[in-house]
């Protein structure tokens, strides 16, 4: 299935949810841009708050969180933003919540590492970036995700890359979107009504952190324990049971390996 075929059957889809927040609602395929969450951000600001999925054949300066960057070429990686107006009763745990979603869509055999982050083998296969930006009394987010389709470069990552072929020899970045993009709208809108809570046991099966050592980038030592009814990180350290909130904050097993974080 080519982009122009995988949009048209993505929007009839949506149509079909019949919901009003979704008026307006758009997917836009661009050849290439500098990053579909920079370009949403950049609507958003200029009061353009339509609905919208946004996806990038290539992106030339895209965004990973901490400031990373995250470069795409065509065909390597499926690269899109979703951006919608959204007022969740709370905003802890999107970021999870998302993860599960996308997760789900693709392969049992991928699992999730708090905050953002999609593994398989102890190599990263996506990875999620979400912002947000106030629009009067309300917040409009954007959502961003990089799944690497085709295999990377490992050169200069501090968690080797992997990519989804590896699990699935004939999914294209087309593909992909099919399979993620109905379902994450679905759950996006979930969240907004019902919280973290519905996804807590799903992201509780994917959890590559539970049970294992940990090392985190603020000094913080331990062992994962899964994470609490908010989303947080929670770590059993030698002190008790510590509660990680920030996505600031680097976590990696120490088993994987420590530098860099």
Not at 39 to 62: C, D, H, I, N, Y
Request: proline content about 5%.
């Amino acid at each position: 299935m080519s982009f122009a075929g995988c949009a048209e059957t993505i929007w009839q889809a949506v149509m079909a949810l019949q919901q009003p927040s979704l008026a307006g609602f758009s997917v836009e395929i661009l050849p290439e841009i500098d990053s579909t969450n920079s370009e949403l951000m950049r609507r958003a600001r200029a009061a353009r708050t339509e609905p919208t999925l946004l996806v990038a054949q290539q992106q030339t300066a895209g965004k990973g969180r901490l400031g990373r960057a995250w470069a795409s070429a065509p065909g390597d990686s499926l690269t899109f933003s979703l951006g919608l107006l959204l007022q969740p009763g709370s905003w802890d745990g999107l970021s999870l919540a998302v993860g599960t979603s996308v997760a789900g869509s693709l392969h049992a055999d991928i699992g999730l590492k708090w905050p953002n982050d999609l593994w398989v083998n102890e190599h990263k296969l996506a990875g999620i970036l979400i912002e947000t930006t106030s629009v009067g009394t309300q917040r409009y987010a954007v959502i961003g995700i990089g799944i690497n389709i085709a295999p990377q470069d490992a050169q200069g990552f501090a968690t080797p890359p992997t990519c989804l072929q590896a699990l699935l020899p004939q999914c294209g970045a087309a593909q992909a979107l099919e399979r993620v993009a109905l379902p994450l709208l679905r759950d996006v809108l979930q969240f907004e009504r019902e919280g973290f809570a519905p996804f807590a046991s799903r992201f509780a099966a994917r959890d590559v952190l539970q049970g294992r050592a940990l090392q985190l980038s603020d000094g913080l030592q331990g062992v994962g324990s899964g994470v609490d009814a908010q989303g947080a990180l929670l770590v059993q350290t030698a002190g008790g049971l510590q509660r990680v909130g920030s996505s600031e904050v680097s976590v990696r097993p120490v088993t994987y390996g420590l530098s860099p974080l």
